[in-house]
């Protein structure tokens, strides 16, 4: 996920448990180009191995050559992005919008797969819009071109992030028996009972989850708990919650190199932090206005202080 899952989000999740993550995804264009900001979302450290480097774009040639690129991080897997509702990326014809031109969405993968040597996967949606659920064509298609896996989030393009995710055009696809690629699915897995009723359900190789690991990254620790004992795990005391933040601070600011733009990169998480501490909203409002890490610490100490016994 873009601005969320860098090293620093990643080394996180790993430790609660994450099987296999992906970078944020990174624009074939700029890579070309050589552009450093963008270079950056290729490192991969050895100890959140396996990761998949996503990259996206509308050029056949420079998908290619930036998966070339890509391939020089050594990732466990090259991905490509096809489902990316953002207008100024939809619009311009890459991310979600290759749903309107399957025939490059296919040039694209052969062009990537063709490449490297990586294993390349794909992750889309089932369409443009209600009238254009063709994911079970296009993953046919896809696999045909040489993808490795295919991840599907259960929404258009036109509901953006909006509505239930609907996954059973997901499992028409895991129960289509042309198919024979691992299925991954997406979208609102937010709780260890619905993932394994999910799995259950559509049949599904593997769950990605995106939006609920943000200030929940134990979510995958829960849910494989969950999945091996049927039994709920208690939520992380305020201790490790607490301790947990603060080393993501650290590891986000030493990752991002500016304490500033460091904090402003953790308040995506800070702000869904400690749901459901009585009248903990000044406390809060304080955190995501604080622009030192010495702050933090302390307003982390007063959290502790304050609700320690709970
Ligand atoms: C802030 C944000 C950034 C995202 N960036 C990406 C991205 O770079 N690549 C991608 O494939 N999906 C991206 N997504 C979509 C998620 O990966 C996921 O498909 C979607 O949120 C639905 O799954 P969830 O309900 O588990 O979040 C992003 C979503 C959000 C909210």
Redesign the pocket.
């Known amino acids: 996920?873009?601005?969320?899952?860098d090293v620093a989000f990643r080394l996180l999740c790993k430790s609660y448990g994450a099987d296999l993550m992906?970078t944020?995804?990174v624009s074939s264009d700029a890579l070309v180009r050589n552009i450093e900001k963008s270079k950056r979302k290729l490192i991969v450290l050895d100890e959140e191995r396996p990761v998949g480097i996503?990259i996206y774009g509308k050029h056949p040639d420079a998908m290619a050559d930036a998966a070339r690129i890509a391939e020089e991080s050594n990732p466990e897997i090259i991905?490509l992005?096809f489902?990316?509702p953002v207008k100024k990326i939809a619009k311009k014809g890459a991310g979600a919008g290759l749903l309107l031109d399957i025939p490059k969405m296919i040039e694209i993968t052969e062009a990537v797969v063709k490449a490297v040597k990586t294993p390349v996967t794909a992750?889309t949606r089932l369409g443009w819009d209600d009238n254009s659920k063709i994911i079970v064509d296009v993953a046919e298609r896809l696999q045909d071109a040489g993808v490795a896996a295919l991840?599907i989030?259960g929404?258009t393009r036109a509901q953006m992030?909006q509505g239930e995710?609907d996954w059973t055009l997901i499992g028409e696809v895991k129960n289509n028996s042309r198919m024979y690629i691992p299925i991954i699915g997406?979208?609102?897995?937010?709780s260890p009972e619905k993932a394994k009723k999910y799995l259950d359900r559509y049949g599904v190789d593997a769950l990605?989850?995106?939006?609920?690991s943000i200030g929940r990254p134990w979510i995958f620790r829960e849910i494989k708990h969950y999945l091996e004992s049927g039994e709920l795990l208690p939520i992380p005391t305020l201790e490790e919650h607490v301790n947990m933040i603060r080393n993501q601070l650290v590891q986000t600011v030493d990752w991002i190199g500016d304490e500033r733009r460091g904090i402003l990169h953790m308040r995506?998480h800070m702000a869904v932090s400690f749901k459901g501490l009585p009248n903990f909203r000044p406390l809060k409002i304080k955190m995501l206005r604080s622009e030192s890490v010495e702050d933090l610490h302390k307003i982390f100490d007063t959290i502790i202080e304050t609700y320690g016994d709970i």
């Open positions: 996920m873009e601005d969320v899952t992906y944020e995804f996503q991905d992005n489902g990316c992750k991840t989030h929404r992030y995710a997406n979208g609102d897995i937010s990605m989850i995106g939006r609920p995506r």
